[in-house]
């Protein structure tokens, strides 16, 4: 579905993601590991359109995305969830979801189509708090604003960046029983994570990354026995 190829971003003059290459299945959770500085969210941002390689291709179920404009880029039906969640602070929790709402026919993908009482089904607090400021709820609440707010766009792809950012480990249980959700309705998933144990538990492959490249690649299994991996690069 998605494919990164031979990608290389910067941040002015720093060389941040140096021929980055790996694919998402269609259906599947691919998670993407690393240490602070790895250059994760630069990959999230590189995918977004909000900060383009300069060199290297990312395709979309079959379509050159890399250079598109990143309204384009929702438009074709990839959602994100931001690092820091991003909730409008000015804006009530059902003007958060209603404000980014699309029909899925206006991104041709997806057989699920997200509406407001589907979000409310799938986080009840939101419902209740509806007419709260966004700003005005736990961390784990705005999480789950967050993540419902990808949903409106009825995306088919979603891109997760440190959903557990912040969160007790209560909550990130939540988060990773929700992403587990989503997997069941046909998302396909890039999850960018800090917590090794939460990415494990929910990813079908797990990618790590060290100085903007895939230094290893393998199921979630092979990678909790591969204790010289978890050292090296994820400082487990």
Not at 66 to 86: D, F, H, M, T, Y
Not at 125 to 146: D, P, V
Not at 214 to 221: C, D, K, N, S
Request: proline letters at 5%; glycine letters at 12%; hydrophobic letters at 40%.
């Amino acid at each position: 579905m998605l494919k990164v190829d031979q990608v290389h971003t910067y941040y002015g003059n720093s060389h941040i993601l140096q021929g980055l290459s790996f694919e998402v299945p269609t259906g599947k959770c691919v998670a993407l590991l690393g240490r602070n500085g790895a250059g994760k969210t630069t990959t999230i941002h590189s995918i977004a359109g909000l900060t383009p390689p300069r060199r290297g291709n990312i395709t979309y179920m079959g379509k050159l995305i890399s250079g598109l404009a990143p309204n384009k880029i929702a438009r074709a039906g990839i959602g994100l969830v931001p690092q820091g969640r991003r909730i409008f602070p000015s804006l009530t929790i059902r003007e958060n979801l209603i404000v980014p709402a699309r029909d899925r026919k206006q991104t041709g993908t997806g057989d699920k189509s997200w509406r407001l009482e589907d979000i409310y089904d799938l986080f009840p607090i939101l419902k209740e708090r509806e007419n709260n400021m966004g700003t005005q709820l736990s961390g784990g609440q705005q999480q789950m604003l967050a993540i419902g707010r990808a949903l409106m766009t009825n995306p088919q792809f979603i891109l997760m960046d440190e959903p557990s950012e912040g969160l007790a480990p209560v909550i990130i249980e939540q988060v990773g029983d929700i992403i587990r959700k989503l997997k069941q309705t046909g998302l396909s998933i890039l999850l960018v994570e800090q917590n090794f144990y939460l990415a494990c538990g929910v990813a079908d492959t797990v990618l790590v990354m060290s100085k903007g490249q895939i230094v290893w690649q393998g199921t979630p299994e092979e990678l909790l026995i591969n204790e010289e991996i978890q050292h090296q690069y994820l400082g487990v």
